[in-house]
């Protein structure tokens, strides 16, 4: 057609025949039509899959051009848009296959996973004797009882109708040793079976040991596509097996494939003795474990402060931890609970870390106290920082007082009658009045005015419930596309007088010292329970906030939709400590009433049927339709 002249209508099925043996391009569509546009009358055919545009003038026109004389450039116009048409509708085609794979590759998001307490739980408990400090590792620490510890207090945690099995493994699991409890055992014998555990490993297989645990939850799962379930793996080395170079991504791919048929399976990987550099724990963390690093525990049972002397008013005592390799510093809280004792203790925080395991305590006698042994007092202890914080936070602290002194009674001997003779009458002298000198008034000492009443904790919800929406309307171009966003619930902790009826904030200062703020622990409890919830947050083991000076009120942030889903209850609880600058201990506790979740049903169908997923799909064929329609039907495509 490029050398085309002019061609009688006669010759035109000619030309056509001759020009379809090269088609420009292959379309997804096949059609022929004849239209008119701009004076102009367009033939479009499709032989076999080829596009062919072909125009020649009316009779007017031809008379005036000179029949089809320009019909081969006209014609080359329309084969150059064609053939841009095509690429689109090519690149069309490419990203619906994109979003395709990644549909199938991807788990759309379930507000369920976030509420449903494990039904199983494997523990997979590393043997090798890296965790009794043997072998060459460097990092290598006698740590095993206090692993078996965290264990049991794990367990501890669970619902009694869970099933536990502790999986030990080296080089592999070892089913032989292995122990299924069909429900939540007491403390007792899941201690006595994990005292009998002997670490002797040479190698740490970690790769095909959660392999193998996950098959066992797998088969446990049958017929049950919606049972939850938890996977925990502790150890204190790094994968040196067959996959010992890989097993991070490796262990990453199965934990996607798993979630992929079973979206409620939870996985958490402690990591004891920081072996994991950053970016393996990154690349765990997008694989949906999340990752502990060391860990850290109180090593003893009772804080012991001795006998205070007669006189004495405080005594020092080191509160030792037991702490893991390389656990950067990290704050706590002390706050002692007397139990009605005249007694407080400094500090009431303080950093602690590998390189700074002991805190110097001293306890103070703040006015009288009975005489005796003491130890109904209560010191809890609260990580900050991410600090992995084991086994028991509530020490019994143990003193003596001396007894005050017993009066004693001294035995006075009364005198023996003695007669006597009658006296003899004698002229008694009339006595005269001897005046007496009026003693002069002393002044009464005035008492100290009493010290003000320790303040009121008052706690404010914004919006206040019962009834909270667990997302906030807002639309959000990505993938996928969103139509809300969760919304987060204000928490505001102020103090005020005691009894003061009109409710006035104050600052912390007109109770406290400047320097010894009072600290406010925020806490969440999920019901049901939601143990992946309370993992990925800090809220329900609670998050220290304390007051700035001058400020009136504290203010903390929750996010209630990443711990409870439609028609379930969260709890939120603060608990308020501190030393008066009197020196009295402070602390109160209080509860606001639980907010119920709530998420509109049309919400809740976004994201069940993933309608944000399709959004991007369903673009593509529009616009493949619209490109598809423009290069058959029109010559400006642009």
Not at 155 to 170: M, N, Q, W
Not at 457 to 480: E, I, K, S, Y
């Amino acid at each position: 057609m490029d050398k085309a002249g002019p061609l009688a209508i006669d010759g035109l099925a000619t030309e056509v025949a001759a020009t379809v043996a090269k088609p420009a391009f292959a379309g997804c569509w096949s059609r022929a039509a004849v239209s008119t546009f701009d004076r102009r009358r367009w033939l479009a055919v499709t032989p076999g899959g080829g596009d062919l545009g072909l125009r020649w003038p009316s009779p007017a026109e031809s008379a005036r051009e000179g029949g089809l004389r320009n019909g081969s450039r006209d014609f080359s116009r329309q084969g150059s848009r064609a053939a841009v048409a095509t690429f689109l509708t090519r690149l069309c085609w490419l990203l619906l296959l994109v979003w395709s794979i990644q549909f199938l590759a991807v788990p759309m998001p379930l507000h369920a996973q976030q509420s449903q307490p494990p039904q199983d739980v494997i523990v997979l408990l590393d043997t090798s004797a890296s965790m009794v400090g043997q072998g060459d590792d460097p990092k290598a620490q006698n740590i095993f009882k206090q692993v078996t510890g965290n264990i049991a207090d794990l367990v501890g945690t669970l619902s009694p109708t869970t099933r536990v099995e502790i999986l030990p493994f080296d080089q592999g699991v070892h089913q032989d040793l292995s122990h299924v409890f069909t429900t939540r055992p007491s403390r007792q014998d899941l201690q006595s079976y994990l005292d009998g555990l002997q670490p002797t490993g040479q190698v740490t297989w970690i790769y095909e040991s959660i392999v193998a645990a996950a098959q066992q939850l797998q088969a446990w799962r049958q017929g049950q596509p919606q049972r939850a379930q938890a996977l925990y793996v502790y150890t204190d080395g790094l994968d040196n097996g067959a996959h010992a170079t890989t097993w991070v991504t490796d262990v990453g791919s199965l934990v996607k494939l798993q979630h992929a048929d079973n979206p409620y399976l939870y996985v958490y990987y402690n990591d004891l003795q920081t072996q994991l550099n950053a970016n393996q724990v990154k690349e765990l963390q997008s694989s949906g474990i999340p990752v502990v690093q060391g860990f850290a525990q109180i090593n003893v049972p009772v804080l012991d402060f001795g006998t205070f002397a007669p006189g004495e008013t405080k005594r020092t005592q080191v509160l030792p931890f037991f702490f893991t390799n390389d656990v950067p510093p990290s704050p706590i809280t002390l706050r002692l609970d007397a139990a009605g004792l005249a007694i407080h203790i400094e500090p009431t925080s303080a950093q602690i870390g590998t390189k700074t395991p002991n805190v110097p305590v001293t306890l103070y006698l703040d006015g009288t106290v009975p005489g005796g042994i003491h130890q109904e007092a209560k010191l809890h202890i609260e990580a900050g920082g991410g600090l992995n914080l084991q086994g028991t936070h509530d020490l019994s602290v143990r003193f003596q007082t001396p007894a005050p002194p017993t009066p004693t009674q001294t035995a006075t001997a009364t005198p023996a009658p003695t007669s006597t003779t009658a006296p003899t009458a004698t002229a008694t002298a009339i006595p005269t009045a001897t005046p007496t000198a009026t003693p002069a008034p002393t002044a009464t000492a005035v008492p100290p005015p009493p010290p003000p009443a320790p303040p009121d904790m008052t706690v404010t919800l914004a919006p206040a419930g019962p009834v909270f929406p667990l997302d906030r309307a807002g639309f959000h171009l990505g993938w996928p596309v969103t139509l809300t966003s969760p919304a987060d619930v204000k928490v505001a902790m102020a103090l005020e007088a005691h009894g003061d009826p009109a409710h006035r904030p104050q600052p912390f200062t007109a109770w406290f010292p400047t320097d010894h703020p009072p600290v406010f622990r925020l806490m969440a409890a999920p019901s049901p329970a939601n143990a992946r919830g309370c993992a990925a947050t800090h809220w329900c083991n609670g998050i220290l906030l304390t007051p700035s000076a001058g400020s009136t009120v504290t203010t903390g942030t929750i996010v209630p939709g990443q711990l409870i889903g439609n028609g379930q209850q969260l709890q939120l609880r603060v608990v308020g400590d501190g030393v008066l600058s009197d020196g009295r201990a402070w602390r109160q506790d209080v509860s606001p009433d639980p907010i119920t979740g709530h998420r509109p049903a049309w919400a809740a169908a976004w994201d069940a049927i993933g309608i944000g997923y399709w959004i991007w799909p369903l673009l593509i064929l529009v616009l493949l339709g619209l490109v598809s329609a423009a290069d058959t039907r029109s010559t400006r495509l642009f």
